[in-house]
């Protein structure tokens, strides 16, 4: 097959690109580099099916250009992050919205057999519930979390309207190889593993009670394969949370953090946690219920949170420690 994967030199698209060329399809990564990373590619540019095209989603041209003859659309490309949302609400919704809207045209004028993309648990808002169940949502609590919401409302018309198949899947914390640990809006996993390799202390904002339901990246693979393959007339044009369904709070996955750095750093055990204001747009718990994606794809998540972990610091370590 031929895949198009934007966002393909980020943290998951990367992880996507080598997992399905290691299968044997064709994939063309689009890529602006705003977020993404040359070096989490570097190591695909030799393979002859591989295709990099250094291009923005907020022009149509390059869009419909990256999916010329494709076969699958896997939409990852975004400007992540609820306080990066915060501080520019516009160039998020020019990027979450507008980028979105041209991948959509220009996989509908294409042809393409369908089109799988990277919801967000933002979506479910200040809605209290637990689990969360894809069918009851709350209100937005950020502008990355309302431009993640359009992006299924859109994907909802195009398949009533122009029938083209799509997927939408809610991720819920992903982490693992290749995340990057630096910058102003790196996610919580790599920040803090980078902080305590380098006896630094971690920042845990609130009093760490919060909780998330962090998936590892192999069980995102599994899920983007599933919905690309599934044959289930009723999988197709829905959202499915990618989660591994347990949560863990931000105390104890400083705990397991430490835990299997002090496997290669005895000392790090006794680097201390710093407490800080809670931060803004930030909903106390996230907890998915899979229930849908194993009855309707087949999910079976591989690694739990711990497994993942472990996985994780250890590609972190071998690749990044000074």
Not at 91 to 111: C, P, Q, S, W, Y
Not at 160 to 172: M, V
Request: charged share 20%; aromatic share 12%.
């Amino acid at each position: 097959m031929k895949i198009t994967i934007t966002g393909g030199a980020g943290f998951i698209g990367s992880n996507l690109c080598e997992y399905f060329l290691s299968k044997g399809h064709e994939v063309v990564c689009l890529d602006d580099f705003s977020t993404g990373h040359h070096y989490n590619i570097e190591p695909l540019m030799s393979n002859n099916n591989f295709t990099i095209l250094e291009s923005d989603i907020r022009n149509l041209d390059d869009c419909k250009q990256a999916v010329e003859g494709a076969d699958y659309v896997l939409h990852q490309a975004a400007l992540g992050s609820v306080p990066r949302s915060l501080k520019d609400p516009v160039t998020t919704n020019e990027v979450n919205i507008t980028g979105f809207l041209n991948m959509l045209v220009a996989a509908r004028d294409a042809g393409v057999k369908r089109f799988i993309y990277a919801a967000s648990s933002s979506t479910y808002g200040d809605s209290e519930a637990l689990p969360k169940v894809e069918e009851v949502i709350g209100n937005p609590l950020s502008p990355y979390a309302i431009t993640k919401y359009v992006n299924e409302l859109y994907a909802g018309i195009f398949s009533k309207t122009y029938g083209l198949e799509t997927i939408g899947l809610r991720y819920f914390n992903v982490f693992g190889r290749k995340q990057d640990p630096y910058g102003a809006y790196a996610a919580v996993i790599p920040k803090f593993v980078i902080q305590l390799m380098n006896h630094e202390s971690p920042v845990i904002n609130g009093d760490g009670n919060y909780s998330r339901d962090f998936t590892y990246i192999d069980n995102v693979i599994q899920m983007n394969e599933l919905a690309m393959f599934t044959s289930n007339p009723e999988a197709i044009n829905t959202v499915y949370n990618t989660a591994y369904g347990d949560c863990t709070t931000l105390n104890d996955l400083v705990k397991y953090i430490k835990e299997y750095l002090t496997a290669f750093d005895a000392a790090i055990a006794q680097v201390p946690v710093i407490y800080g204001p809670q931060r803004q747009g930030d909903i106390p718990h996230s907890l998915a219920s899979i229930d849908k994606a194993k009855r309707l794809l087949g999910y079976q998540p591989n690694y739990s949170m711990e497994e993942g972990l472990k996985e994780a610091i250890d590609w972190y370590w071998k690749n990044l420690k000074k």
